[in-house]
């Protein structure tokens, strides 16, 4: 958590204890009820809060194809091809939840 002038002003959620598995699958999303969890175990995340989740995918940060969830051999053959990237992140039913509640 980051604390500015007495105020908590983000919440960082450990996705890869919803997953037991780290770092998270790469088709694994934050939903609503892993927010909703999250909250019961250390209260509501206030309103306009930043939401960062860690999903352990950093250590693919030097392995280009890895970190954007995309078949080695295809990256190989056109590494501008972001088409179909398969990667941890929030579902959108969860953002939109953030936005409208948070």
């Known amino acids: 958590m980051?604390?500015?002038?007495?105020?908590?002003?983000?919440?960082?959620?450990?996705?890869?204890?919803?997953?037991?598995?780290?770092p998270t699958p790469p088709f694994s999303?934050?939903?609503?009820?892993d927010l909703?969890?999250?909250?019961?175990?250390?209260g509501p995340i206030p309103r306009g809060a930043i939401?960062?989740?860690y999903s352990g995918w950093?250590?693919?940060v030097n392995d280009t194809p890895a970190y954007l969830g995309i078949p080695k051999?295809?990256?190989?053959?056109?590494?501008?091809?972001?088409?179909d990237m398969h990667h941890p992140g929030f579902s959108g039913e969860a953002a939109?939840?953030?936005v409208e509640n948070r």
């Open 96 to 98: 939109k939840w953030l």
């Open 2 to 22: 980051i604390f500015v002038a007495g105020l908590q002003t983000s919440a960082s959620i450990d996705f890869c204890s919803f997953a037991i598995i780290s």
């Open 51 to 53: 939401v960062v989740m």
């Open 29 to 33: 999303r934050v939903m609503v009820s």
């Open 36 to 42: 909703v969890n999250w909250e019961s175990k250390h």
């Open 58 to 60: 950093g250590k693919y």
């Open 73 to 83: 051999e295809r990256f190989e053959r056109d590494p501008n091809d972001f088409s």
